[in-house]
């Protein structure tokens, strides 16, 4: 496949300007959206993208040829001489979900976004034409009827700007801009000349790092023109939130200005983008994919607490925001896994990419089920082909892996569950053998780290060697479920954190005195007696609710214990968020340790009955392993 740039092919310009789409659009508008647009030409066969790409930025219009969308299913359409590819990702930015492949030689253009952006803000018949083709388009691949342009990944720009733009004359002093900034609160002005057309933006920044940092020389050269940025970041109304703030931090800019034909609407900030999209997930998490520094991702991450009590205030069932909070979670560490890796490319010339892995992320991460303070839990699986020196190299990089992690706010896990320990870092067979020597052995560490690994997820690369491990592991517990007794029985081995008569036991000492860990004494017993099942079962749900629900309805569980321990689940999570929130806050330490005697009388009587349930859940699963359901 070739791309290259226009080259004002005038038979082309003829053929775009007589498609419908383009109707009403002088030839000379469509030849500047050629101008900024690239041709590409592509063999029969050939992967315009595939299925879970990031998405491109951009729409191609076929020309001449004919592309195929094809999912799991197979062909569901088609784009021909004159047809859009990849409308249904305009608007919601995600990665795309079906691959487009060409079934003959084909010639496409394609245009860049802002060139669509532009054409919708100035040509209403062409906005309505072509979000009718969006729609008919989503229709189709969604295999329904009904469908909207509307997502929840689609913010326009112009919803959230400030407006009407506070501006100034370019030849006003900088010291009048000062004022008018001070008196309106903000702290940038738009700049304008006599006919209100914009000619620059002038900041806070702009005044102290270029008018006072040499004060005595500027004192007489105070026009406000020397001083602004005369390339500002400009914006048709129509461009998406999250693309608004990659390109300010691509630029190294702070403000946006909005503009309708050259005259500035409105204006927006870095900050002011970032509060937005902290409450909207799907954005945010196109957001992380586009971040380029480990600074970003840390403060990122430092903000997750934002996105979980704007869905704690918003949500009936506190359990449910769990996934949400980890998918953000996993963004973030799989933007610093790319980056390290490209940055590890640049340095040695080695592409892990290049060698047959796949990073999984265990424990709360693969369960679906972080909060706000997980810790690393990740390992390696190689294919049985790579040789010890790619190894080596993979141990290298992993100690970069783990040490941006934990800059980034996932501190190294206590355990040494992490790529870095040879034995989180294996082939497949040696991963097999490592697995077998646990069951069998079924004492100290093997518990402890079995607990952690079985429940795994792929990150990122090769998939097929995550389900063939867990196929493993599957047929391996099934063939010896006595070691499902000695991992619970080593469960039943720690302090319940509740007496007979209902009083909460606490640390005595320390600086958790006072304080009980949710974790260690309640939510693990519902997450391993939970496992335990679905190993037995040989099941694959990760998520523990959904694996609760999976085993109802197999009848491993009864109704009654199915609800009684989700009803327990959520009233631990609901808590331990609420109170990591809290800490989050008051810029405490965050952790699952909760003072029972700060909780309202209603969540203590709530706690005390779920760990009570906690118990009975733990001893449910003792006997039914036994043999004495």
Same mark, same amino acid.
């Given at each position: 496949?070739?791309?290259?740039?226009?080259?004002?092919?005038?038979?082309?310009?003829?053929?775009?300007?007589?498609?419908?789409?383009?109707?009403?659009?002088?030839?000379?508008?469509?030849?500047?959206?050629?101008?900024?647009s690239?041709?590409?030409?592509?063999?029969?066969?050939?992967?315009?993208?595939?299925?879970?790409?990031?998405?491109?930025?951009?729409?191609?219009l =076929? @020309? /001449?040829?004919?592309? +195929? !969308? $094809?999912?799991e299913?197979?062909? %569901?359409?088609?784009?021909?001489?004159? &047809?859009?590819?990849?409308?249904s990702?305009?608007?919601?930015?995600?990665?795309y979900?079906v691959?487009? =492949? @060409? /079934?003959?030689?084909? +010639? !496409? $253009?394609?245009?860049?976004?802002? %060139?669509?952006y532009?054409?919708?803000? &100035?040509?209403?018949?062409?906005?309505?034409?072509?979000?009718?083709?969006?729609?008919?388009?989503i229709?189709?691949?969604?295999?329904?009827?009904?469908?909207?342009?509307?997502?929840?990944?689609?913010?326009?720009?112009?919803s959230?700007?400030?407006?009407?733009?506070?501006t100034?004359?370019?030849?006003?002093?900088?010291?009048?801009?000062?004022?008018?900034?001070?008196?309106?609160?903000?702290?940038?002005?738009?700049?304008?000349?006599?006919?209100?057309?914009?000619?620059?933006?002038?900041t806070?920044?702009?005044?102290?790092?270029?008018?006072?940092?040499?004060?005595?020389?500027?004192?007489?050269?105070?026009?406000?023109?020397?001083?602004?940025?005369?390339?500002?970041?400009?914006?048709?109304?129509?461009f998406?939130?999250?693309?608004a703030?990659?390109?300010?931090?691509?630029?190294?800019?702070?403000?946006?200005?909005?503009?309708?034909?050259?005259?500035?609407v409105?204006?927006?900030s870095?900050n002011?983008?970032?509060?937005?999209?902290f409450?909207?997930?799907?954005?945010?998490?196109?957001?992380?994919?586009?971040?380029?520094?480990?600074?970003?991702?840390?403060?990122?991450?430092?903000?997750?607490y934002?996105?979980?009590?704007?869905?704690?205030?918003?949500?009936?069932?506190?359990?449910?925001?769990?996934?949400?909070?980890?998918?953000?979670?996993?963004?973030?560490?799989?933007?610093?896994?790319?980056?390290?890796?490209?940055?590890?490319?640049?340095?040695?010339?080695?592409?892990?990419?290049?060698v047959?892995?796949t990073?999984?992320?265990?424990?709360?991460?693969?369960?679906?089920?972080?909060?706000?303070?997980?810790?690393?839990?990740?390992?390696?699986i190689?294919?049985?082909?790579?040789?010890?020196?790619?190894?080596d190299?993979?141990?290298?990089?992993?100690?970069?892996?783990?040490?941006?992690?934990?800059?980034?706010?996932?501190?190294?896990?206590?355990g040494?569950?992490?790529?870095?320990?040879?034995d989180?870092?294996?082939?497949?067979?040696?991963?097999?053998?490592?697995?077998?020597?646990?069951?069998?052995?079924?004492?100290?560490k093997?518990?402890?780290?079995?607990?952690?690994?079985?429940?795994?997820?792929?990150?990122?690369?090769?998939?097929?060697?995550?389900?063939?491990?867990?196929?493993?592991?599957?047929?391996?517990?099934?063939?010896?479920?006595?070691?499902?007794?000695?991992?619970?029985?080593?469960d039943?081995?720690?302090?319940?954190?509740?007496?007979?008569?209902?009083?909460?036991?606490?640390?005595?000492?320390?600086?958790?005195?006072?304080?009980?860990?949710?974790?260690?004494a309640?939510?693990?017993?519902?997450?391993?007696?939970?496992?335990?099942f679905?190993?037995?079962?040989?099941?694959?749900?990760?998520?523990?609710?959904?694996?609760?629900?999976?085993?109802?309805?197999?009848?491993?569980?009864?109704?009654?214990?199915?609800q009684?321990?989700?009803?327990?689940?959520?009233?631990?999570?609901?808590?331990?968020?609420?109170?990591?929130?809290?800490?989050?806050?008051?810029?405490?330490?965050i952790?699952?340790?909760?003072?029972p005697?700060?909780?309202?009388?209603?969540?203590?009587e709530?706690?005390?009955?779920?760990?009570?349930?906690?118990?009975?859940?733990?001893?449910?699963?003792?006997?039914?392993?036994?043999?004495?359901?």
């Open positions: 496949m070739e791309f290259n740039s226009f080259n004002d092919d005038k038979d082309i310009l003829e053929h775009v300007s007589g498609l419908y789409i383009f109707t009403g659009i002088p030839s000379e508008r469509i030849a500047l959206v050629l101008s900024k690239e041709t590409v030409h592509a063999q029969e066969g050939e992967i315009i993208f595939r299925k879970g790409e990031s998405y491109h930025k951009g729409v191609y =076929v @020309t /001449s040829g004919l592309v +195929e !969308l $094809i999912n299913s197979g062909v %569901c359409t088609e784009s021909k001489d004159g &047809d859009f590819v990849g409308l990702n305009f608007v919601g930015k995600s990665t979900h691959s487009a =492949v @060409t /079934s003959k030689e084909t +010639e !496409l $253009i394609f245009l860049p976004e802002l %060139c669509i532009k054409l919708m803000e &100035d040509y209403e018949e062409f906005r309505g034409r072509f979000y009718g083709l969006v729609t008919e388009r229709n189709i691949l969604a295999g329904r009827e009904g469908a909207t342009i509307e997502s929840s990944t689609y913010k326009a720009v112009a959230y700007m400030t407006s009407p733009v506070i100034a004359d370019k030849g006003s002093s900088v010291v009048e801009a000062s004022r008018l900034m001070s008196s309106h609160g903000i702290g940038a002005l738009a700049v304008v000349d006599s006919e209100g057309l914009l000619s620059g933006v002038l806070s920044k702009n005044i102290v790092q270029k008018f006072l940092s040499e004060l005595e020389q500027n004192i007489d050269r105070q026009q406000i023109e020397l001083y602004m940025d005369t390339d500002p970041i400009v914006l048709p109304s129509e998406p939130l999250v693309e703030l990659s390109e300010m931090q691509f630029k190294g800019r702070e403000y946006a200005v909005v503009a309708k034909k050259d005259r500035p409105g204006i927006i870095n002011d983008i970032m509060r937005i999209l409450k909207n997930i799907n954005v945010y998490n196109t957001h992380i994919d586009g971040i380029a520094t480990m600074e970003e991702l840390k403060k990122s991450f430092d903000n997750i934002l996105i979980a009590e704007s869905l704690v205030s918003n949500t009936r069932l506190t359990y449910e925001i769990l996934p949400v909070i980890t998918s953000v979670h996993l963004n973030i560490q799989k933007r610093v896994y790319r980056l390290t890796a490209e940055k590890y490319l640049e340095e040695t010339g080695f592409d892990i990419t290049k047959r892995h990073l999984i992320i265990m424990g709360s991460g693969g369960r679906r089920e972080m909060m706000l303070d997980p810790d690393q839990d990740n390992g390696f190689f294919g049985d082909d790579v040789t010890n020196e790619e190894i190299k993979f141990m290298e990089f992993g100690e970069r892996f783990v040490e941006n992690l934990d800059y980034v706010g996932y501190f190294k896990c206590p040494n569950v992490m790529v870095t320990n040879p989180m870092s294996l082939r497949l067979s040696e991963w097999k053998h490592q697995v077998k020597k646990w069951v069998d052995d079924s004492l100290g093997s518990i402890l780290w079995s607990n952690i690994v079985f429940d795994f997820d792929g990150l990122a690369g090769d998939e097929k060697l995550v389900w063939e491990l867990r196929e493993y592991i599957n047929r391996k517990i099934s063939e010896k479920p006595i070691f499902l007794i000695y991992m619970l029985e080593n039943q081995n720690i302090k319940r954190p509740i007496n007979l008569f209902g009083r909460f036991l606490t640390e005595k000492s320390g600086k958790h005195k006072g304080e009980m860990n949710l974790k260690v309640a939510l693990s017993f519902i997450v391993d007696v939970t496992r335990a679905t190993l037995y079962k040989e099941l694959n749900d990760l998520n523990t609710v959904e694996r609760l629900k999976h085993l109802k309805r197999k009848k491993i569980l009864s109704e009654e214990t199915m009684a321990t989700l009803n327990a689940y959520e009233t631990l999570v609901d808590i331990v968020l609420n109170e990591q929130i809290d800490q989050a806050k008051t810029d405490r330490s952790s699952k340790y909760v003072n005697d700060s909780l309202s009388l209603f969540n203590q709530k706690l005390r009955s779920s760990l009570n349930h906690v118990s009975k859940y733990l001893n449910t699963g003792l006997r039914y392993f036994k043999g004495h359901p």
